[in-house]
């Protein structure tokens, strides 16, 4: 039954720690697009009326470079004043027929902000959280009955060596040997001694039987 409930602990944790996350992720991919759609349009409407783009709603999201075929350029004023990791950045450039050239940069999903979201996300990071501890219940569930059979197997073996060997055998065997080994000084005790202790193991294992 134990088993059967760590189980189900832990696949329900897993599926809330799943959604948890994915709600989470929908939400800041949703948000980060929009980010890059509001930046998009400004750029757009800044190309029609043809004017300078000072800046934009949301630059660290990226930005866009269009180059006339006059080799005319514009984009947002800051763009060539700050320093930009372009490793940070996905990119995409397209040239017309009329050698006119469209250059797009958006900001790669990054970890670090997908967790800040996940953090301001309440009810998405309970659920992940809540699924983290079921699953963490689950397995001590399944660990507990586990470490019992082997301390259970444990006690058992321990029984039946007791049950086996007498106790103290190790110590009169040794106390044999020694009588064996001092045979040939002194033969008469030796051989003696050597009987009472094998007798005394024999009655002691005929007595466990």
Do not use: C
Not at 172 to 177: E, G, Q, S
């Amino acid at each position: 039954m134990k088993r059967f409930l760590s189980l189900m602990f832990m696949i329900l944790g897993l599926l809330l720690f799943g959604w948890g996350i994915y709600t989470s992720f929908e939400i800041y991919a949703t948000k980060k697009q929009e980010k890059i759609n509001a930046n998009f349009a400004g750029f757009i409407l800044s190309l029609r009326e043809n004017k300078e783009l000072k800046n934009i709603e949301y630059p660290d999201q990226g930005f866009f470079i269009f180059k006339t075929a006059e080799g005319k350029v514009f984009t947002y004023g800051q763009v060539f004043q700050n320093p930009t990791d372009i490793n940070m950045y996905s990119s995409y450039h397209k040239i017309s027929p009329t050698k006119a050239e469209v250059y797009i940069y958006t900001r790669k999903y990054n970890l670090g902000e997908y967790i800040e979201e996940l953090l301001r996300n309440p009810t998405s990071f309970g659920i992940a959280l809540a699924g983290l501890i079921l699953f963490a219940i689950g397995i001590v569930y399944m660990l507990i009955p586990q470490a019992k059979q082997k301390s259970t197997e444990v006690k058992i073996v321990e029984k039946i060596v007791e049950k086996t060997y007498p106790q103290g055998l190790e110590r009169k065997l040794k106390a044999l040997r020694l009588a064996i080994a001092t045979h040939e000084i002194i033969p008469k005790e030796s051989i003696e001694e050597a009987k009472r202790i094998l007798d005394d193991i024999l009655k002691e294992m005929e007595g466990r039987k």
